[in-house]
């Protein structure tokens, strides 16, 4: 890891004056943590992604998604203090390659990309199954055409986006919020439930979820707010971002953990049975509490809501192509064009390039690719922690920036903590993404490396840096 970057020399002359082309400034805290609730996207998450937690750990998902939650805390210091410190559209690879070597930077990057390229498509085709109250369709023709709007969105300006995913999150929240107080109205445990660690087997049986299971079931937990890094990808857009940088991912992960925690405490509380429970229909749920009316509603919101992440995951993605093309990360020609700025000032090559492909990718099965974001995201987040442990050395100890209470501690758990995690992952989840790891260290090693001197520069907008 002795191949690190200082604040780097700019990268990609594209700008009349000869610097590195940068995005605009144009959102405070209040627009980027809308940006950034939106992609944690809590509602989508909670009707998407929690069912599938509901069915291997039943009452225990609440405490699963608490200790997530708990973990994130420590996730969130290390991007605080490594999002203010290197405030660029490229995130994690930014703040990892210059802290912890290019190589370790490129890995993250590739990790990222995976994650980010995965979920959006797989949550679209989410939206057919809450439109069905309403009209029936195609899962994968409306997941596709629900990535092309938000491809069509992630082309206008960063603060319009803001207003309309801020919309859509208000309706999320609000479906979320109906779902916690029928759940806990209809109440049929108490809540020494949530303790309980019972789960319906196959056999209809209650067995017991077991303390492996539930480390298992972390990787899927921290995935489930994982949203909040987006607030690093946008630090080049936030305003003033060694101070608002830190304010959003912190205030983020706090909103989108009591959005999600509460409404599933309500669920595991208000189920009739177990099996009710494991099963995670939680939309029969609700309209089993109430009618079919508000059931509607609340299924009508859970597709705005899925509709609202892929515009703002489309965002995210795009930013981190043009961070990546204008650090050179490709050869030339494809560099040039990923870095073109459209009319609005976003990178409308870059969200194409993420948009479409993710509306293809809606006609391919991913159901199975949820254990290899688990892992990617466990990955991400152990790569993120070992570059903050290095954050403090030499200059950059000196350089303004929000720093985390109780370093080196805190980077230094999560290291553990992370390390065991991915240790009890299904190893055909490791060996996916360690095959993708392993591609992408040959790249490194057959085209990067070789051209350290002019490719994969992470720069640092002027801004920034002064």
């Known amino acids: 890891m002795t191949d690190t970057l200082r604040p780097a020399a700019p990268a990609v002359p594209e700008t009349e004056d000869g610097g590195p082309r940068t995005l605009k400034r144009s959102i405070g805290v209040v627009g980027g943590t809308l940006l950034t609730l939106s992609c944690v996207t809590p509602a989508s998450t909670l009707f998407v992604v929690v069912p599938d937690l509901f069915g291997s750990l039943g009452t225990a998902t609440a405490l699963t998604i608490a200790i997530g939650s708990l973990?994130?805390?420590a996730v969130a210091f290390c991007y605080s203090e490594l999002g203010t410190l290197i405030p660029s559209a490229g995130g994690e690879y930014a703040m990892v390659s210059t802290m912890a070597g290019r190589l370790a930077g490129w890995l993250v990057f590739v990790l990222s990309l995976l994650v980010v390229m995965i979920v959006p498509p797989v949550i679209a085709m989410g939206t057919a199954d809450y439109l069905a109250p309403v009209v029936h369709l195609d899962p994968s023709l409306t997941g596709a055409g629900v990535m092309l709007l938000a491809t069509l969105a992630g082309l206008l300006d960063l603060r319009a986006n803001a207003w309309i995913t801020g919309i859509f999150l208000v309706l999320e929240v609000i479906a979320a919020a109906v779902v916690a107080v029928l759940g806990f109205?209809?109440?049929?445990?108490?809540?020494?439930?949530?303790?309980?660690l019972q789960v319906a087997g196959a056999d209809g049986h209650t067995d017991t979820v077991t303390a492996m299971l539930v480390v298992s079931g972390l990787a899927i937990a921290l995935f489930v707010t994982q949203g909040f890094s987006t607030a690093v990808y946008l630090s080049e857009e936030?305003?003033?971002?060694?101070?608002n940088v830190a304010r959003t991912v912190l205030a983020t992960l706090a909103i989108s953990s009591v959005i999600i925690l509460v409404p599933v405490a309500a669920i595991t509380m208000g189920a009739t049975d177990l099996a009710e429970l494991?099963?995670?229909d939680i939309g029969s749920m609700v309209t089993a509490w109430s009618n079919s009316a508000v059931g509607t509603f609340v299924s009508l919101c859970v597709a705005l809501a899925i509709v609202n992440a892929g515009i703002v995951m489309v965002i995210q993605n795009s930013r981190v192509l043009f961070a990546s093309a204008r650090d050179k990360a490709w050869p030339e020609p494809v560099n040039d064009v990923f870095v073109k700025l459209g009319r609005f000032g976003s990178p409308w090559v870059s969200t194409l390039a993420v948009g479409v492909p993710g509306a293809a990718l809606c006609f391919v099965d991913l159901d199975t690719l949820?254990?290899?974001?688990?892992?990617?995201?466990?990955?991400?987040?152990?790569l993120v922690a070992v570059a903050a442990l290095l954050c403090r050395r030499g200059a950059h100890g000196a350089t303004p920036a929000w720093r985390m209470p109780l370093w080196p501690a805190v980077p230094v758990l999560l290291i553990a903590v992370l390390a065991y995690i991915l240790a009890r992952q299904e190893a055909a989840y490791l060996l996916w993404t360690g095959g993708i790891t392993a591609a992408a260290t040959l790249y490194w090693a057959l085209y990067l490396r070789p051209r350290r001197d002019?490719?994969?520069?992470v720069s640092i907008p002027e801004d920034a840096r002064a």
């Not at 936030?238 to 101070?243: A, Y």
């Not at 002019?454 to 520069?457: D, G």
């Open 71 to 73: 973990l994130c805390i």
């Open 185 to 196: 109205a209809h109440g049929h445990r108490g809540a020494d439930s949530l303790l309980s």
């Open 238 to 243: 936030l305003e003033e971002p060694r101070r």
């Open 278 to 280: 494991t099963g995670g």
């Open 370 to 382: 949820y254990g290899v974001t688990g892992v990617s995201v466990t990955a991400m987040y152990l």
């Open 454 to 457: 002019t490719r994969w520069l």
